[in-house]
């Protein structure tokens, strides 16, 4: 990932609802046999937008300064409703659905060009100590940008792909 694609904002205060904190273009690696963006590319693109929002509920801190106070993944749900091919632009709108002491639950909607959706993804964080290796509680200044983002992002509908699983039958 290239820093400018996950630290492009600073914390201002000013929390939109969505956010919009990534935008790209489809890469000639991420393109398949298909002629398409190859599905665990829009996993990848999703990540530069963890990035991104652990960046920016951090900011100005940058990852070296940060000492060791991180996230991990432990959870994904991804899925496909259009396509992106090689050179097409993107943006990825973030919406916090639910957080608490030491976890968080984002969710991604990857947008082609006219704004349709080509993917989503949900996925849970959890706030980990790379020194110990260990789970731990966000620090104060995530934790208050946490509730703020969580006020925004209230008025916001639960999507509908949110807390599913895979199932065969119809949802």
């Not at 996230?71 to 050179?87: F, I, K, P, Q, W």
């Not at 706030?127 to 703020?148: C, D, Q």
């Amino acid at each position: 990932m290239l820093e400018t694609e996950t630290f492009l904002h600073a914390w201002t205060g000013r929390v939109d609802a969505p956010l919009r904190l990534v935008e790209n273009v489809v890469r000639p690696e991420w393109v398949d046999e298909y002629g398409h963006m190859n599905m665990a590319h829009y996993l990848t693109a999703c990540d530069q937008a963890n990035w991104a929002f652990f960046n920016w509920i951090n900011d100005p801190l940058r990852m070296e300064a940060r000492d060791g106070h991180e996230y991990v993944v432990v959870e994904n749900h991804v899925t496909y409703s259009g396509e992106l091919a090689e050179g097409d632009a993107f943006t990825i709108e973030t919406q916090l659905l639910d957080w608490d002491a030491k976890r968080y639950i984002l969710f991604h909607r990857v947008l082609d060009a006219s704004g349709q959706v080509a993917a989503t993804n949900e996925a849970k964080m959890l706030g980990f100590n790379l020194r110990t290796r260990r789970p731990e509680a966000w620090g104060a200044i995530p934790a208050e940008r946490l509730a703020r983002i969580a006020e925004a992002h209230g008025t916001l509908a639960t999507p509908g792909q949110a807390g599913q699983g895979i199932v065969l039958g119809r949802r």
